[in-house]
Structures are given as C-alpha cells and as structure tokens.
C-alpha cells in the first residue's frame, strides 16, 4: 500500500513539473505587428545605385491571415500585402493576389492539391492554414519564397523582387 502511495504521489508531481515546462505561449499577428528598423540591400533594384540604405517597415494586421507591409528608406517607399503563416518559431509570410498568381501561376486556393478555389478557406487571406498546410495545399517541391519574421529575436527578412534587381529589407523590432 505504501509502494502505491508513493508511486502515485510521484506520478502527481511528475505531471505537475512537466505541466509547468510546457511552452504555452502561442505566436500571434500582435507578435509580428509594428515597426522593424534596418537595412535595405539593394542589387539595382533602387535606381540611384547599389548599396545598403537604413531603412523602416511598418507592420500592420489586416486581419484575415493578411499584413500590410510599408517599407522605406534610400529611394524606396512601397506598400504592399502578404499573407502569413505560424511555423514554429517563426512566422512565414507569402504572397497573395495578383503577385501569387504571377509568381506561382495559379490563383491563391486554386493551388496544386487543395482541389478548387476554396480549398484554403477562400481567396483572401489564409483561411487559419498553418505553413505546412499551405505549403501542401499551394504549392510545388522547389517554389520559392522570400522571407519571414524570427519571432525569437523579434527580427523580419524580406526580398523583393524589382524588374530591374532584388530589394533586401532586414530589421529588429523597435519599442516591444
């Protein structure tokens, strides 16, 4: 009796310890929403020349799985739309609209194993789909995107691509 006793009073703090190591902290959009300080890299892809430019992206949640992205600095100053998925400790993002079609070449939820337009939950936004769903139900082996934010260092990479070279922001979070 005494052998049951302590076998379970082992058991109740063996839960209890591992219950409070658990990583509850999920990431949300509030996690990756504001203002990045950085660098633009630019490879002719700003008119005046090559180089490296301070640079500042604002990050706002559209909602819907969207974020608007305001990026500027050097000759630079550009809005734009992408949508975003949780990948563990990061948070990727991708394109949406028009700039996914051209892209990848089929319409957003019109992608390669979702089985029709609405396969992600509809056309605008993620439908709540994390990355690899979205990897799965969007695109092809060797599809390629162009950054995300490290949610560890509070960090954002992104390339953008230009007709004339790519632009290369890359920032830390100011004023968590």
């Not at 640079?55 to 550009?78: R, S």
């Amino acid at each position: 009796m005494k052998k049951v006793k302590l076998f379970l009073a082992m058991t109740v703090l063996s839960s209890i310890f591992f219950a409070s190591c658990e990583k509850t902290e999920s990431l949300t959009i509030d996690s990756v929403a504001g203002k990045y300080e950085g660098t633009l890299t630019s490879d002719n892809g700003l008119k005046s020349t090559d180089g490296t430019f301070d640079a500042t992206t604002d990050i706002t949640d559209m909602d819907d799985g969207q974020i608007e992205v305001h990026c500027y600095g050097g000759d630079l100053d550009t809005t734009f739309m992408l949508d975003y998925y949780e990948n563990g400790d990061s948070t990727m993002v991708c394109l949406n609209g028009d700039a996914f079609e051209q892209m990848y070449g089929h319409m957003m939820g019109d992608g390669q194993n979702s089985g029709g337009m609405m396969g992600n939950g509809g056309m605008m936004g993620n439908g709540g789909m994390d990355w690899m769903s979205h990897m799965d139900s969007e695109h092809q082996e060797g599809d390629e995107h162009f950054g995300g934010f490290d949610m560890t260092n509070n960090t954002f990479d992104y390339t953008m691509q230009t007709g004339s070279g790519d632009i290369r922001f890359q920032g830390t979070k100011t004023g968590m």
